[in-house]
């Protein structure tokens, strides 16, 4: 199969297919393909694979009910990376989770000596606990690099689904091809991969959902949600996809001047907190308006505060996706994959983007896009005030 790269970073590429022309001449001899559909037993044992960020693997477990639901007897495991454990721990559908910080995703504020040792030291670890585990199949989560094909195979998994994008395509069992039709949603080419095993599902029957800790013991504030209020999340872990300080200042004196909503500032940034405390010195009305909870909310809290917010305004981040799931989201969408990570919701989410190949994006009912080369503009806030209008609206009606 040829592989085909995602990757538009063109010394990133060569070496991509440098390092794949030997793996192919490997698998040649070494590898042994399944052809066709992948035959499990009544009770598989699987391991997932995201070695991404927290919104990788929030829209990875929206796979998970598939998986029971064809299997009820499965067993689910997922190999992530440990800043993503918060978003897997108390999800009904995994029994364990297995951690390798690969240093290409690692965004900790440790040194890079200290992101190489953990690399190696919980890769040697994984290792022995996937080999331990006998899995029958693994599925991968990812169409970037770093994935986990090398991993599965060093893991020694019999049947080894995923793809080639993000390159070691050879080291599968099933390397799956990517959807033809652009744009595609991650979700779809997921789905692609549970083809493989008798799953079939449609993008937009998939239901996002995030599991609280049983014992709901979370602080909220319930004196902030005792009047209607709007989140702000204006952060992503790419600084390329940041907005400038003064658009987000005209979004906050937009919201301030045109609703009669309480502004929640969310993020665990200093700079965050900084531009709080730029805006409420400026602007008295703020002090009154604007709440931060900047670094005061793990994540578990902060999907409780978007159970009771009239809606949430973010960026492209994992915030996005987390928002999204039960509160009106308005997303910004700036310098990235574009429709490959819009977030999936049941509720309205509309999305601004400057991705030309979103451009005129269909993928489901619930996502409503916007193209627009320069986001942080009038078009902009004037999209979002229609939004708003909308949300305040069917909040008095229900």
Same mark, same amino acid.
């Given at each position: 199969?040829?592989?085909?790269?995602?990757?538009?970073?063109?010394?990133?590429?060569?070496?991509?297919?440098?390092?794949?022309?030997?793996?192919?001449?490997?698998?040649?001899?070494?590898?042994?393909?399944?052809?066709?559909?992948?035959?499990?037993?009544?009770?598989?044992?699987?391991?997932?694979?995201?070695?991404?960020?927290?919104?990788?693997?929030?829209?990875?477990?929206?796979?998970?009910?598939?998986?029971?639901?064809?299997?009820?007897?499965?067993?689910?495991?997922?190999?992530?990376?440990?800043?993503?454990?918060?978003?897997?721990?108390?999800?009904?559908?995994?029994?364990?989770?297995?951690?390798?910080?690969?240093?290409?995703?690692?965004?900790? %504020?440790?040194?890079?000596?200290?992101?190489?040792?953990?690399?190696?030291?919980?890769?040697?670890?994984?290792?022995?606990?996937?080999?331990?585990?006998?899995?029958?199949?693994?599925?991968?989560?990812?169409?970037?690099?770093?994935?986990?094909?090398?991993?599965?195979?060093?893991?020694?998994?019999?049947?080894?689904?995923?793809?080639?994008?993000?390159?070691?395509?050879?080291?599968?069992?099933?390397?799956?091809?990517?959807?033809? %039709?652009?744009?595609?949603?991650?979700?779809?080419?997921?789905?692609?991969?549970?083809?493989?095993?008798?799953?079939?599902?449609?993008?937009?029957?998939?239901?996002?959902?995030?599991?609280?800790?049983?014992?709901?013991?979370?602080?909220?504030?319930?004196?902030?949600?005792?009047?209607?209020?709007?989140?702000?999340?204006?952060?992503?872990?790419?600084?390329?996809?940041?907005?400038?300080?003064?658009?987000?200042?005209?979004?906050?004196?937009?919201?301030?001047?045109?609703?009669?909503?309480?502004?929640?500032?969310?993020?665990?940034?200093?700079?965050?907190?900084?531009?709080?405390?730029?805006?409420?010195?400026?602007?008295?009305? %703020?002090?009154?308006?604007?709440?931060?909870?900047?670094?005061?909310?793990?994540?578990?809290?902060?999907?409780?505060?978007?159970?009771?917010?009239?809606?949430?305004?973010?960026?492209?981040?994992?915030?996005?996706?987390?928002?999204?799931?039960?509160?009106?989201?308005?997303?910004?969408?700036?310098?990235?994959?574009?429709?490959?990570?819009?977030?999936?919701?049941?509720?309205?989410?509309?999305?601004?983007?400057?991705?030309?190949?979103?451009?005129?994006?269909?993928?489901?009912?619930?996502?409503?896009?916007?193209?627009?080369?320069?986001?942080?503009?009038?078009?902009?806030?004037?999209?979002?005030?229609?939004?708003?209008?909308?949300?305040?609206?069917?909040?008095?009606?229900?």
């Amino acid at each position: 199969m040829k592989h085909i790269y995602l990757t538009t970073v063109g010394w990133k590429r060569i070496l991509q297919r440098c390092t794949d022309y030997f793996i192919d001449v490997f698998a040649l001899f070494f590898i042994k393909r399944d052809k066709g559909k992948v035959a499990l037993p009544s009770n598989p044992k699987f391991i997932f694979i995201n070695l991404g960020h927290l919104g990788d693997t929030l829209i990875l477990s929206y796979i998970f009910p598939l998986i029971k639901k064809r299997y009820p007897d499965a067993i689910i495991d997922v190999l992530t990376t440990s800043s993503c454990v918060p978003i897997l721990r108390n999800n009904p559908f995994v029994r364990a989770i297995r951690i390798y910080d690969h240093i290409r995703n690692n965004r900790d %504020a440790i040194s890079i000596w200290k992101k190489m040792y953990n690399h190696y030291s919980t890769l040697e670890k994984v290792l022995k606990e996937i080999r331990a585990e006998h899995y029958d199949i693994s599925i991968e989560g990812r169409v970037h690099y770093p994935n986990g094909n090398l991993v599965a195979l060093r893991g020694k998994i019999k049947h080894r689904i995923g793809f080639g994008s993000g390159g070691y395509g050879g080291l599968l069992t099933t390397e799956v091809r990517l959807p033809q %039709a652009s744009p595609y949603h991650l979700v779809q080419a997921i789905l692609q991969e549970l083809a493989v095993i008798e799953i079939h599902e449609r993008l937009e029957n998939i239901k996002p959902y995030y599991s609280l800790p049983l014992e709901q013991n979370n602080h909220t504030d319930r004196s902030l949600i005792s009047h209607p209020f709007i989140l702000f999340h204006p952060e992503s872990g790419a600084p390329k996809k940041l907005l400038i300080q003064e658009f987000i200042f005209d979004i906050m004196r937009f919201l301030l001047n045109n609703t009669q909503l309480h502004i929640v500032l969310c993020g665990v940034f200093p700079e965050t907190a900084k531009i709080v405390d730029e805006f409420t010195a400026s602007i008295n009305i %703020a002090r009154q308006r604007v709440t931060s909870l900047v670094g005061k909310t793990s994540v578990d809290e902060f999907y409780k505060y978007t159970l009771y917010a009239t809606a949430a305004i973010t960026i492209d981040s994992f915030a996005a996706h987390l928002c999204a799931i039960e509160c009106p989201t308005f997303s910004f969408y700036k310098n990235g994959s574009g429709a490959l990570y819009f977030p999936l919701t049941g509720r309205r989410t509309v999305v601004v983007h400057n991705d030309a190949a979103s451009k005129g994006l269909s993928l489901c009912p619930n996502i409503e896009s916007h193209y627009m080369p320069l986001l942080e503009s009038d078009e902009a806030l004037q999209i979002l005030s229609l939004f708003l209008s909308d949300c305040t609206l069917k909040r008095k009606v229900n």
